[in-house]
């Protein structure tokens, strides 16, 4: 476990994250909270946050792809 002092930059991100009402940006929030973080842990909601991440862009490409077939080019 990685033991750390918390400062204010990180309250304030976290206060910005909690108030996204996001799942994965109230995870973040809490984790940098966190005095003892383990890498494991970090690395667990970071490739969560990249597996939504994915799925996202790919769900807008698809959006795009639909619309410029019903729209024509940009």
């Not at 909690?18 to 383990?38: C, D, N, Q």
């Not at 970071?46 to 619309?67: G, R």
Request: net charge neutral; aromatic share 8%; proline share 1%.
């Amino acid at each position: 476990m990685i033991k750390r002092k918390i400062n204010r930059y990180d309250i304030e991100v976290s206060d910005k994250l909690r108030h996204t009402y996001k799942p994965f940006a109230t995870k973040i929030a809490e984790i940098i909270l966190m005095e003892e973080v383990g890498d494991i842990q970090i690395l667990r909601t970071m490739s969560d946050c990249i597996i939504e991440l994915e799925k996202l862009k790919e769900q807008y490409q698809n959006e795009l792809i639909e619309y410029k077939k019903r729209y024509g080019e940009i």
